[in-house]
Nanobody
Framework: QVQVVESGGGLVQAGGSLRLSCGAS????????MGWFRQAPGKEREFVAT????????NYEDSVKGRFTVSRDNAKNTVYLQINSLKPEDTAVYYC???????????????WGQGTQVTVSS
């Protein structure tokens, strides 16, 4: 089992920044990819960004490229999502998840956190 816990969400004004954190524990050697997803009210959960657990390669959804940066602290088993130039449409619950694959497919992530709310006011 792998446990993931997100933190760092909050209420920010448009144009502001946030850094979300995701701590992983348990059988972390099983992890191949950590992913960030988000779900806005009334919408399906969508892929945001991924980072490979071994080689740190990353992948981003097109609409967040240039504003979102995913990174990892190896010593802390923690993955971060730096979000800059926040827009009201970024408002969502942000989830961190772990997968055995390098994938952007929600269905291929096995372990999920509880989510952290990000609200962007205009």
């Amino acid at each position: 089992q792998v446990q993931v816990v997100e933190s760092g969400g909050g209420l920010v004004q448009a144009g502001g920044s946030l850094r979300l954190s995701c701590g992983a524990s348990g059988r972390t050697f099983e992890i191949y990819t950590m992913g960030w997803f988000r779900q806005a009210p009334g919408k399906e959960r969508e892929f945001v960004a991924t980072i490979n657990w071994s080689d740190y390669s990353t992948n981003y959804e097109d609409s967040v490229k240039g504003r979102f940066t995913v990174s990892r602290d190896n010593a802390k088993n923690t993955v971060y999502l730096q979000i800059n130039s926040l827009k009201p449409e970024d408002t969502a619950v942000y989830y961190c998840a772990a997968s055995w694959l390098f994938t952007v497919q929600t269905s291929e992530y096995t372990y999920w956190g509880q989510g952290t709310q990000v609200t962007v006011s205009s």
